[in-house]
């Protein structure tokens, strides 16, 4: 399998007609978003915007991952750019690597969290007693996916890095750090300026919010499913990581190009260093090549949705389940 894996390295090419074609897509998107701003289309610019924003962070994040161009220093200042329009300094990335060194491990030695979009195992959950109610509050998917991605995006992001580093969670030069986080904060600055001075900027704000929910919501699905991939740091491996606690998003094909391939999170999870572009294709090669492929867990858009209920960690029998399953739970051992 590596040989296939260095066949669809990035090329410059690939990532250069990947970004002009996303350039171009986006540039439309935003004049739409300028001519029908005064007009109830803009109820339909303003989410199409939202989607191509989905597009523009998993270009920043494949950058991240040094994976969309063979240059790292151009994939840094690309992605510095781009972090500026999805709110997001490059030393997020930095922070991000150690979600791939830890993904379903709930023993790793960074101390990351196993999992980012569930907070809490049922335990924990069940020892909050009378604050349950908040928690729930909090966690609610009409909550966690709108309210708290935005404030997620618009808020923590604006020093996710430096707060990442005073942790202890990352190996990373402090002085890169402030200034991939001053870079990002100025160059939003102006973004949003300029925004305003073209009447552009509730409506590109909102813009936003409808991307990172619908990023949050990916992020959320691509490992929160049942059988869940949740071991000890002994038993945990980066290829187990992909193969079974990250999903195959079955996203319809006229969305695809919003998602550039980061549906095939299996494949991503075990070489992040194949860019988004290029990562269809080698799912394909694989699967039409090998069994490795064969026990991946697919996830259709009804499954997605019922997964955005999942806010708790069952430790007692190995899975995901909602707030309901877990109060059940705990009236039956009351009972017992």
């Given at each position: 399998m590596l040989s296939l894996f260095n066949e669809y390295k990035p090329s410059y090419y690939e990532a250069c007609k990947d970004l002009v074609?996303?350039?171009?897509?986006?540039?439309?998107?935003?004049?739409?978003?300028w001519y029908f701003r005064d007009s109830y289309l803009s109820m339909i610019t303003i989410p199409l915007l939202g989607i191509m924003n989905v597009r523009t962070f998993i270009t920043f994040h494949d950058c991240g991952h040094n994976?969309?161009?063979?240059?790292?220093?151009l994939n840094y200042i690309l992605g510095s750019i781009l972090g500026i329009f999805v709110f997001t300094p490059f030393s997020w990335s930095y922070s991000h690597h150690n979600h791939h060194l830890t993904a379903g491990n709930k023993e790793n030695k960074l101390e990351h969290s196993y999992n980012e979009t569930v907070l809490s195992t049922f335990t924990e959950y069940r020892d909050l007693k009378y604050k349950r109610h908040v928690y729930r509050i909090i966690m609610h998917p009409l909550i966690f996916f709108t309210l708290i991605s935005s404030f997620k995006f618009f808020i923590l992001n604006r020093g996710s890095g430096i707060l990442y580093k005073y942790q202890n969670k990352m190996q990373q030069n402090m002085k890169l750090i402030l200034y991939d986080t001053l870079l990002?904060?100025?160059?939003?600055?102006?973004?949003l300026v300029t925004m305003n001075q073209y009447g552009l900027l509730y409506h590109y704000l909102y813009s936003c919010m409808c991307s990172w929910s619908i990023g949050l919501i990916l992020f959320h699905n691509q490992h929160t499913f049942?059988?869940?991939?949740?071991?000890?740091?002994?038993?945990?491996?980066?290829?187990?990581?992909?193969?079974?606690g990250s999903s195959f998003i079955q996203i319809p094909s006229y969305l695809k190009y919003f998602t550039v391939g980061i549906e095939y999170h299996h494949i991503h999870h075990m070489n992040a260093s194949i860019p988004g572009y290029n990562i269809q294709k080698l799912h394909e090669e694989i699967s039409s090549t090998t069994n490795e492929l064969d026990n991946i867990t697919q996830l259709s858009m009804n499954d997605c949705y019922h997964n955005l209920w999942y806010s708790l960690y069952d430790e007692d029998n190995n899975k995901y389940i909602s707030f309901a399953e877990a109060e059940l739970k705990i009236q039956f051992k009351h009972k017992i």
């Open positions: 074609k996303h350039s171009i897509g986006y540039s439309i998107s935003l004049f739409g978003l994976s969309y161009t063979p240059s790292k220093k990002n904060n100025s160059g939003l600055f102006l973004l049942n059988p869940p991939y949740v071991v000890t740091d002994k038993k945990w491996n980066k290829k187990d990581s992909g193969l079974r």
